[in-house]
């Protein structure tokens, strides 16, 4: 397994706004979010999505660190907001 | 009125080979919905066994075609989704999407300005969603594709492009990197800034730009781009799975 295959798999927000949507109940591309760390913005959909595996991470363009983690089991998501301006999702029913 | 995204299940209505690599599915919606050129569906297969693989294509096909869109698929080696759409579909299949998603890659004609277009592979397809609403709306402010593709053959789309582009100020340039046809006049080499210049130029500054492809291209496009003069807030991005270039 080489970088440049790595490279490859990586997306960005676009590519989980189904699960984002799902989740929060509404379109999150658009949402502006603030890296906690170095504090560049960027759009949801801009960030870098790393999808291949179980479950969704997504990543500052800047300085990769990690913005918002998603987990989702048989029974219930977990969702781990890290970077500044993304919104808590609403409480599960 | 706030749309609630739902599972509904298609109907496969037709299947066009665009290259070797990649075809056009054709899909009726029980459901339909106009989408805004650059947004996905979400495919979801579902085997007997209850083993579920889900993943996200841009739609082809412009909004004015009602009732119906076209995903184009790119066969990927080891794409369990991918390879069973492009090898095992046929005419009359089922299965289950959910979209249109997606408010951040998007181009309609509300949104104007000169538009510059730049894909890497089979990252043209929600380009072509814009260029064919584009043509359609009759929308003739200027507009430029930069279109990087390995072969003359893995070209998807060719014949309408070289349509739409002899018809409504569409400008669409090639960038062939690792073959070329004889007498090729396009760009032989992978996209760099000194052909992000040629391409934006003409443009101007108010130019919107759109980049898909795999995540190297996006990245040489998006700050070469920047390079060249387009402000940041103008260059929106989409990363394009695993294609490589």
């Known amino acids: ?93 | 009125m706030k749309r609630t995204l739902e599972w509904q299940i298609v109907t496969v209505k037709a299947i066009k080979s665009e290259t070797p690599d990649v075809k056009t599915l054709t899909l009726s919606l029980p459901d339909w919905a106009a989408h805004r050129p650059g947004q996905h569906y979400d495919v979801r297969l579902t085997a007997a066994d209850g083993y579920s693989a889900q993943r996200s294509y841009s739609v082809a096909s412009e909004p004015e075609r009602t009732g119906e869109i076209d995903l184009t698929v790119e066969r990927l080696a080891d794409g369990e989704v991918s390879r069973f759409l492009d090898d095992t579909v046929v005419v009359g299949d089922r299965f289950e999407v959910r979209g249109p998603i997606g408010g951040y890659f998007v181009w309609d004609r509300s949104i104007g300005g000169p538009l510059l277009l730049v894909a890497g592979g089979s990252g043209v397809v929600p380009l072509m969603a814009m260029l064919r609403h584009r043509g359609i709306a009759g929308v003739t402010n200027p507009a430029r594709l930069l279109y990087s593709a390995r072969t003359y053959e893995q070209i998807i789309y060719r014949d309408e492009l070289e349509a739409l582009a002899r018809k409504d100020g569409l400008t669409v340039s090639y960038a062939l990197t690792r073959s070329q046809p004889p007498g090729w006049k396009g760009y032989t080499r992978r996209i760099d800034d000194a052909m992000l210049k040629d391409v934006s130029q003409p443009l101007g500054r108010d130019a919107l730009a759109y980049i898909c492809g795999p995540t190297a291209l996006v990245e040489v496009a998006a700050d070469g781009l920047e390079r060249v003069g387009l402000p940041a807030q103008h260059i929106r991005t989409e990363r394009f799975g695993p294609t490589g270039s």
Do not use: W
């Open chain 1, 1 to 93: 397994m080489t970088m440049a295959k790595d490279d490859d798999l990586v997306l960005d927000g676009n590519a989980v706004a189904g699960t984002l949507s799902e989740i929060y109940g509404d379109d999150m591309t658009t949402v502006l979010a603030e890296c906690a760390s170095c504090g560049q913005v960027d759009h949801v959909g801009g960030l870098v999505a790393y999808v291949h595996a179980p479950g969704i991470v997504l990543r500052c363009t800047a300085c990769s660190t990690v913005m918002l983690r998603i987990v989702q089991t048989p029974k219930r998501t977990f969702v781990d907001v890290r970077g500044k301006r993304i919104p808590e999702p609403p409480v599960q029913a």
